[in-house]
């Protein structure tokens, strides 16, 4: 791997907010930051293979999209404008039954395309066929942490587990250390305790944690309580599902007590703000959550119900979203969104060295190209990133200490062969009703 040095942008730490650093510069060596300061910090006997110009540009950590389904690009505004369950049972499920495996590795590679393109550098996935996903990852550069989806009432219920062991122990720390693997039991209703348990225990014996969704519907709220006499966050909890590492889905629905459960089990969230509008989940209590100490993240949810993955337009959304729920143009500033789409998206997929920008960590770093007009005059640059950029405004995406996109090309697959796969596997599905 080589020494990268970039020179002449300004530097969002994200570290804190006065951690800035005009006219920066930030030295890479092999996958990982060395050096960020002011242009001349650099070590003196530092020598760089490449210097990036970043003239006009801001230099960031790369957005963290902490909950996906990444080949359910597929079904892009397949369904749309419809509840959550009706959504599923009518829709989606059925047409995922039909998939194949060049599905799911054209809609992986699909999902990681339109990712760089929007400036992700990690995410975390629940689906199947993951040694594919994992595939499509190594491929294009990305970071993600990748879970086997697990439905316990499903007629597929132990294939999935055999299949979630397969996956942690082949893939954990695989792809230079960018692949990290979790159990993934799809959500409350659909995994009864005894699958919950074993679920857990696998977790614990293999030393890596769970992404489940939680509390997405007052449907589910419903079902759960009917059924347990419990609300979806106690259920988990007196079925020993906190006691490994949790990245909770949603968690819309949420009462005080659920709040107080998830900070003492110290569960991360992955807010959606734009999915959970979309299918009228409702709203997560994120300021609430915030407020008692727990670490919240941003995701997109799949392209199914969102319907893309642009984690700038999310960040966008959940600031917004947050000050219209609470009556208080406050709620989440700027600088607060952009941390839980960058480091608190790092911090809730267990990720210590990613999302930040000093040395030591992982060089994930996004270019943003200033030289726009909607991103004049540059009173803040957090509230220009937040409220006025596109992801089309991103030039350039480093993973690992490796460009993958440059002056918007991305350099680790062919865009065009991708597209044209990935509408040649759609239209067949489509089809095939």
């Known amino acids: 791997m080589s020494n990268l040095l970039i020179q002449g942008a300004t530097v969002l730490t994200m570290e804190e907010h006065d951690a800035v650093f005009k006219d920066g510069e930030i030295a890479v060596a092999g996958d990982k930051i060395i050096s960020a ?13 490449r210097v990036l110009d970043g003239s006009g540009m ?59 393109k929007s400036g992700t550098t990690t995410f975390a996935d629940m689906y199947f066929e993951m040694d594919l996903v994992a595939l499509a990852v190594e491929m294009s550069g990305l970071r993600a942490c990748l879970s086997r989806g697990m439905i316990g009432v499903a007629a597929n219920a132990k294939t999935a587990v055999d299949e ?13 250390g960018r692949i990290t693997t979790m159990f993934g039991p799809h959500a409350p209703y659909t995994c009864p305790p005894e699958y919950l348990k074993k679920v857990v225990k696998l977790a614990a014996d293999h030393n890596v944690g769970i992404h489940i969704h939680v509390a997405e519907t007052k ?31 949603h968690c819309v629905h949420l009462n005080k007590d659920d709040i107080a459960i998830l900070k003492q089990k110290n569960v991360r969230v ?14 997560s209590p994120v300021i609430e959550l915030l407020d008692a100490g727990v670490v919240v993240g941003l995701g997109t949810d799949s392209a199914a119900s969102n319907n893309n993955l642009d984690m700038m337009e999310e960040t966008r959304s959940a600031a917004l979203l947050q000050k219209v729920a609470t009556g208080d143009p406050m709620a989440l500033p700027s600088f607060a969104a952009l941390r839980m789409a960058t480091t608190d998206g790092a911090r809730a997929l267990g990720l210590e060295d990613v999302g930040l920008i000093k040395p030591g960590m992982k060089a994930d770093l996004i270019l943003v190209d200033f030289r726009r007009p909607h991103l004049y005059p540059r009173h803040d640059l957090y509230a220009h990133v937040v409220y006025a950029a596109q992801s089309s405004d991103i030039d350039t995406v480093i993973i690992n200490g490796k460009i993958v996109m440059e002056g918007r090309r991305v ?12 509408q040649k596997c759609a239209d067949r599905l489509v089809g095939e009703e």
Not at 166 to 173: A, D, I, P, R
Not at 219 to 247: A, C, H, R, S, W
Not at 270 to 283: F, Q, R, V
Request: hydrophobic residues 40%; negative net charge.
């Open 270 to 283: 992955a807010h959606c703000p734009e999915s959970n509008m979309k299918l009228a989940s409702g709203i």
């Open 219 to 249: 449907d589910e709220i419903d079902q759960i309580k009917g059924n347990y006499g419990l609300t979806p966050v106690q259920y988990l909890d007196e079925n020993g599902v906190f006691d490994v590492p949790v990245l909770a889905a």
């Open 164 to 176: 979630s062991i397969k996956l942690v122990e082949e893939w954990q720390g695989k792809a230079g």
């Open 58 to 116: 801001v230099v960031m950590p790369g957005f963290v999209n902490c909950h996906t389904h990444a080949a359910m690009t597929l079904l892009r505004s397949y369904a749309d404008d419809m509840p959550l369950m009706q959504w599923l049972n009518e829709k989606i499920w059925p047409l995922e039954a039909k998939m194949r495996p060049e599905d799911f590795h054209w809609g992986t590679m699909l999902c990681c395309l339109e990712m760089i």
């Open 37 to 49: 300061g002011p242009r001349g910090s650099v070590p003196g006997e530092f020598k760089a293979d």
């Open 411 to 422: 350099l680790t697959m062919d865009e065009k062969e991708v597209m044209t796969q990935a």
